[in-house]
């Protein structure tokens, strides 16, 4: 087995160069850190973990939470955050407390014994991934950063501005003429869908449409959802359709394209649709997808540059808060 020694004498550097390279990546030059990994690669030299962690006082390794692993929304963060951290030496692990499942709250109460048994350096939570827990972060005791709304402030956060997104795209469709309008919201027990709603509706209100009883559905963010909410306007308004339909997540506008389409609603002849959010998938959809939001890389990787400023010690005072706007973006649907 080699030695960093030899490491050090083949890449041309210091043992101390390598050492750099392998636990503080970001202190080495880019073009020091390839040839200290080609030495690496070239002699199969493999640090000890365990001593390392000894030696460091680190495990160089960062946890993520996050809520629900088929939502794509959450594997962009998670990439995002892996890719920023891998950079700069860490690895991550990711735990999904599944909250469409219904047990979140025991599987986050049993992550977080692990991530304090397993000695992580640090934490990024995925917005629901601790629904109904948050206090919880208030008992961590490694630097943590949450990604969306914190009631109690316990550690850093950051966050998309719901309410201006919703507002912007209640302006929008008011500015285009929409008088009769759906809104599928996002759970009421979830604060961002509550204020992304009433964004919506205030933009709405404020560029003179009146709210119209029984054109509101609340959805679960999940695709099936928003299926249902297609059946239920088709249902209840099918000889009068609202001129425009906003919905709250990406998911369950997805669904509802679906059953339009099956059904010969044409999008946007018959009815326009709108959405808040801004992965990537939704490039690939058509006719493409009149929305608000910002991508989830944008949130991972500040959530990421102020889980590093914790960790490096180059920020130490009271947790911040930092609110992401948000960029409207029309399209085809609407």
């Known amino acids: 087995m080699s030695t960093i020694a030899e490491v050090a004498e083949r890449a041309g550097v210091s043992k101390t160069t390598v050492s750099h390279v392998i636990n503080h990546a970001d202190r080495v030059s880019k073009s020091l850190r390839e040839r200290v990994h080609r030495a690496i ?5 493999a640090p000890n973990p365990q001593a390392r962690s000894l030696r460091t006082g680190r495990t160089n390794i960062i946890a993520m939470l996050i809520p629900d692993i088929r939502n794509p929304f959450y594997p962009e963060l998670v990439k995002t955050a892996q890719s920023e951290l891998e950079a700069i030496g860490f690895d991550m692990l990711i735990f999904n407390t599944d909250v469409p499942g219904g047990r979140s709250q025991d599987h ?8 304090s048994n ?6 990024i939570v995925g917005d629901f991934a601790l629904h109904g827990m ?3 972060l208030l008992k961590i005791d490694i630097p943590s950063v949450f990604i969306g709304h914190l009631p109690n402030q316990a550690v850093d956060s950051v966050k998309i501005d719901d309410h201006g997104g919703g507002y912007q795209m209640g302006e929008y469709l008011a500015k285009k003429g929409h008088r009769r309008i759906a809104h599928v919201t996002g759970p009421s027990f979830f604060k961002e869908a509550m204020q992304r709603a009433e964004g919506f509706e205030q933009g709405l209100h404020d560029y ?12 679960t963010y999940l695709t099936p959802s928003g299926k249902d909410a297609a059946q239920w306007l088709l249902a209840r308004h099918a000889a009068n359709l609202p ?5 709250g997540n990406y998911l369950m506008a997805a ?8 059904r010969g609603v044409r999008v946007p002849e018959d009815i326009a649709v709108a959405v808040f959010g801004d992965q990537p998938q939704l490039e690939y959809i058509r006719p493409k997808l009149t929305r608000v939001g910002n991508s989830p890389a944008v949130l991972a990787r500040r959530a990421t540059e102020m889980l590093i400023d ?3 010690g180059t920020y130490d005072a009271e947790p911040r808060t930092e609110v992401v706007p948000c960029i409207l973006h029309p399209f085809d649907t609407a």
Not at 208 to 219: A, C, D, F, K, T
Request: negative net charge; glycine residues 14%.
């Open 310 to 312: 914790r960790l490096n």
């Open 243 to 247: 001129s425009a339909v906003f919905f």
């Open 208 to 219: 003179g449409v009146p709210l119209i009883e029984g054109m509101r559905y609340e959805g």
């Open 118 to 123: 397993k000695r992580v350096d640090g934490l």
């Open 255 to 262: 669904g509802a394209l679906a059953e339009f389409y099956d």
């Open 41 to 45: 690669d070239e002699l199969g030299y």
């Open 108 to 115: 986050g109460r049993e992550y977080l014994s692990q991530i």
């Open 134 to 136: 948050h206090d919880a």
